[in-house]
């Protein structure tokens, strides 16, 4: 045989090889990696949002037989049927929408405030250790702290103004947040650091590519306590903080009700309140939560 | 003709603390551009840290390190951003080492380097719908992205099945001659050091020292269960019991 031949005869058995290789390899991949298969969507319709609103009739109709069979004072154990009637009485002279309408405009203006203040505070402090050992056992202390315990300060400080109500929610909120993003950060594996050393990234590169991203979940944890702190936070003050130039709330309402004492109304309100607190965490954070960890492989407790 | 070389350490030692014991001892080194070097040793006996030192992530006690450019890094975990589909974990490698890169350009790059380890049809993936091997060959994309001359491995397959294992090391023979690089492959596996290297050198521990060497004959395509892995690695392991077995007296 020429030697081209043997040359070429060799070239052509590595190019075989090449090729089992590839094979071979690309039947392993399939033999380790399962397919993931996601349900239509009506179907995690159904799976997420049936459960909870059959348990809410049936409590309703249990709630409602009770009051039918037991025949409670209406004064002090009203019936479903009364609470609606309250609360349709409430949307009838406009004080439920006001209510709603001032509640959730500084609830989420309040929220928006926090995190914009504590961002930068939480990433100040995630990255600079002396201040962190410094600041940091105030700030979980003052998340431990009930924010209502601020109310009849920030009434001496600001008077029965709005003023009032936004630095409880503040006081409320951004603890929380700024816990969250340094709980964040502290999360991140130091391999990760190591690997965005070994790839050459700068100190700021570092921070926005590989630390924030890491740190998200974190972040949006402590977003979400940020939320339900603001909200308890604003109810608590809008209960205490009554009169003057603050506007008229859900808590002003809850306070109301309790003067007139009109318990189906005050029920009611519990439930707008409530129900007001799902629609948000339903809507806003849950849709975030699910796509943040599904994209990282880390499927939360919720399916 | 000589040339320069990719590697050359001399005399580095390395020790945590003054008071601590010593970890590297006087360790000389030199690898050829191109050359394919196992680093092998029983736990614990600095081979890590000597890749360390290499990479820059560390620094040596005493002595001297050059290395030719920067060093690329792989480790025994992927360490891939789980947040990334594969390629844009290569396309990051892209954009902190080469700035100067367009962005169509790093994803076309990228897209090459993904087809280089066979994972093209797996671009748009995420790492944790990715098999560990998979991952490691995304992770060894993400190395070969830095374009550097030298690429430092630290235990890269101590993780996987044996399957796997086996089919990655032919992948990264494959790789490393299509390449060009120069590869240090540090490894507590016997057969693997056998099975990869044109050079294996064996340490001992404490102090990590190294105390032989071999040159392995690259003429033909080695496999794993080859006659010559297989000699050579008993006649290594013998050699490593001798030094573990200093370590009981």
């Known amino acids: 045989m020429p030697p081209e ?9 590595a190019d075989t090889h090449a090729d089992d290789l590839r094979t071979l390899e690309a039947g392993l991949d399939r033999l380790q990696t399962d397919v993931e298969r996601p349900l239509p969507w009506w179907r995690r319709a159904i799976d997420g949002v049936l459960p909870p609103v059959l348990l809410v009739i049936v409590l309703l109709a249990a709630w409602q037989a009770y009051t039918v069979i037991a025949q409670p004072r209406p004064d002090l154990a009203p019936g479903p049927l009364d609470v609606a009637a309250a609360l349709g009485e409430a949307w009838n002279d406009g004080r439920l929408q006001l209510a709603v309408a001032t509640s959730l405009e500084r609830g989420i203006l309040g929220f928006l405030i926090a995190v914009a203040v504590g961002t930068p505070l939480g990433l100040l402090l995630a990255e600079w250790a002396p201040l962190r050992r410094a600041l940091g056992p105030l700030i979980s202390g003052l998340q431990v702290l009930p924010s209502v315990a601020w109310v009849p300060a920030a009434i001496l400080w600001f008077g029965l103004s709005d003023a009032t109500v936004y630095f409880v929610v503040l006081m409320g909120a951004i603890p929380s947040i700024v816990n969250g993003l340094v709980a964040g950060v502290a999360q991140v594996p130091p391999q990760l650091r190591r690997v965005g050393r070994v790839l050459g990234a700068s100190r700021l590169e570092l921070a926005t590519s590989v630390v ?4 998200l979940p974190g972040y949006l944890a402590g977003l979400k306590q940020g939320w339900a702190f603001s909200w308890r936070s604003l109810m608590a003050a809008e209960i205490i903080a009554f009169g003057g130039s603050i506007g008229f709330g859900l808590g002003s ?3 109301q009700g309790r003067d007139l004492a009109d318990l189906a109304g005050v029920l009611g309100t519990i439930l707008v309140i409530l129900a007001l ?10 849709p975030v939560e699910r796509g943040l960890l599904r994209r990282r492989g880390l499927t939360g407790g919720t399916p | 003709m000589p040339t320069a070389p990719a590697i050359r350490l001399s005399g580095v030692s390395k020790r945590y603390a003054a008071a601590s014991p010593v970890v590297l001892d006087g360790i000389d080194l030199t690898v050829a551009p191109g050359e394919f070097v196992c680093l092998l040793g029983a736990s614990g006996c600095g081979k890590s840290t000597l890749l360390g030192i290499i990479a820059c992530l560390d620094t040596a006690s005493a002595g001297t390190v050059e290395v030719e450019g ?3 890094v792989m480790f025994q975990e992927a360490s891939l951003l789980p947040w990334l589909s594969a390629r844009r974990n290569v396309e990051l490698a892209l954009r902190l080492g080469r700035a100067d890169l367009p962005r169509p350009a790093r994803r076309a790059r990228a ?3 993904l087809d280089l380890v066979n994972l093209a049809d797996a671009a748009e993936k995420r790492p944790h719908e990715l098999s560990g091997g998979m991952r490691q060959r995304v992770a060894l994309a993400r190395a070969l992205a830095q374009d550097r001359e030298v690429l430092l491995m630290d235990e890269p ?4 099945d044996a399957i796997t294992r086996d089919l990655l090391h032919e992948e990264l023979e494959r790789v490393w001659r299509e390449t060009g690089r120069t590869i240090v492959f540090v490894t507590h596996n016997v057969r693997e050091a056998a099975r990869l290297g044109q050079r294996v050198l064996l340490m001992s521990s404490r102090p990590g020292r190294i105390v032989n060497e071999w040159r392995v004959a690259d003429d033909a395509p080695r496999r794993i269960e080859s006659p010559q892995v297989s000699a050579l690695s008993v006649e290594i392991t013998e050699q490593l019991r001798r030094e573990i077995l200093r370590n009981a007296a």
């Not at chain 1, 040359?7 to 052509?12: D, F, Q, Y």
């Not at chain 2, 397959?157 to 996987?160: V, Y």
């Open chain 1, 5 to 13: 031949t043997l040359v070429a005869a060799s070239a052509a058995a």
């Open chain 1, 212 to 215: 924030l991203p890491a740190a």
């Open chain 1, 253 to 255: 309402l809850l306070q």
């Open chain 1, 277 to 286: 607190g799902i629609v948000i965490e339903l809507l806003v954070f849950a």
């Open chain 2, 70 to 72: 920067r060093a690329a």
């Open chain 2, 111 to 113: 897209l090459e380097l």
């Open chain 2, 157 to 160: 397959f101590a993780a996987l």
